[in-house]
């Protein structure tokens, strides 16, 4: 049997998150402590007590998610499942930094401070209503591909998530994803359903963020990690840390090639996917995409009591 530890992106936040494990286990509060004062504040208080509507701003989920995957995986090492029990690391967008983070490529206060950077980028890159992002169901990456590219016209559309074998999120100016939501359902989508997100991420209209990150990601070392990292914009695992910064700057205008990954990692053997922090998003989505995967979301104490059977 091979596993993979597998990060969440954004959307599976909720407040409260990690706040049992960081009562449980030291080594998870101690993330908490850490990531505050990376960013200078207490993000860990707005995670626990806050407001959702501000816990879900781009700049405060981003980091936000990484720490309590963090503080997870923090919790499994300190009962016995470690980064030695894991063949691959992948995460779904902000995820993959916390896969860099987990395999030891960057440190948790680079990681914090990062994703600060990235989702406030991301946020400033595009005024608010002029983007937009959907999720298509019942048509492959292929299908959704080319009507966006239709539906793009003057402006920009792209397929932006490639996440399992039925879902693809598109993204870009919202005039143009509405056109390509029309077209979908023509075409035989199931549903074309509009996102709730303050920016179009992970298409063109998001080349500020990319500069930015460019600029960001050349402050901070990156080393060797302890076990590949499957990476979005390739869906295979890469090793070479001189590689990691160029990839993580393309990730943010380039698609999330999710179920192409979760296929990477199942021709190599991975047989069973645990998921490391808040949610069970990709755990459904690994699901439909490799048959006969096992999986296990891992985001609070009982989840851990429960592999030690």
């Known amino acids: 049997m091979s596993r993979a530890f597998v990060f969440p992106g954004q959307g599976a936040q909720t407040i409260g998150m ?9 080594a998870a509060k101690a993330v908490f402590d850490e990531v505050d004062d990376a960013l200078g504040e207490p993000l860990s208080a707005l995670i626990w007590d806050g407001d959702i509507a501000e816990l879900t701003l781009t700049q ?56 600060r950077i990235r989702g406030r980028a991301m946020q400033e890159a595009v005024p608010v209503g002029l983007g937009a992002m959907a999720a298509i169901l019942g048509l492959d990456f292929e299908a959704v591909a080319a009507l966006a590219a239709e539906a793009a016209g003057d402006e920009v559309c792209q397929a932006a998530n490639d996440n399992d074998p039925a879902q693809v999120v598109i993204s870009g100016h919202k005039a143009a994803v509405e056109r390509a939501m029309g077209l979908a359902k023509e075409r035989g989508a199931k549903r074309a359903l509009p996102l709730p997100v303050s920016a179009p991420f992970h298409c063109a209209l998001m080349q500020p963020a990319a500069a930015v990150m460019s600029e960001a990601l050349a402050a901070v070392v990156i080393s060797k990690p302890v076990c590949p990292v499957v990476v979005n914009v390739r869906a295979e695992a890469i090793e070479e840390p001189g590689r990691f ?7 943010v205008t380039g698609a999330v090639r999710w179920r192409e990954s979760v296929q990477w990692m199942e ?15 990709l755990s459904g989505m690994i699901k439909r995409i490799a048959s006969g995967a096992e999986t296990k979301a891992i985001g609070a104490p009982a989840d851990i009591a429960a592999l030690k059977g």
């Not at 995957?69 to 993959?96: K, T, W």
């Not at 021709?267 to 998003?281: D, H, N, P, Q, S």
Request: contains cysteine; hydrophobic residues 50%.
């Open 18 to 26: 990690g706040k049992a494990l960081a009562e449980a286990y030291p």
């Open 60 to 115: 405060n989920a981003q980091p936000a998610l990484m720490a309590t995957s963090i503080a997870a995986l923090r919790a499994l090492e300190a009962e016995g499942f470690g980064m030695d029990q894991c063949s691959f690391v992948a995460g779904h967008s902000l995820g993959e930094y916390s896969a860099l983070c987990a395999a030891g490529a960057l440190t948790l206060p680079d990681t914090a401070r990062l994703l």
């Open 245 to 251: 910064r160029d990839l993580l700057i393309a990730q």
């Open 267 to 281: 021709r190599a053997g991975v047989t069973e996917y645990w998921e490391i922090g808040a949610g069970k998003a």
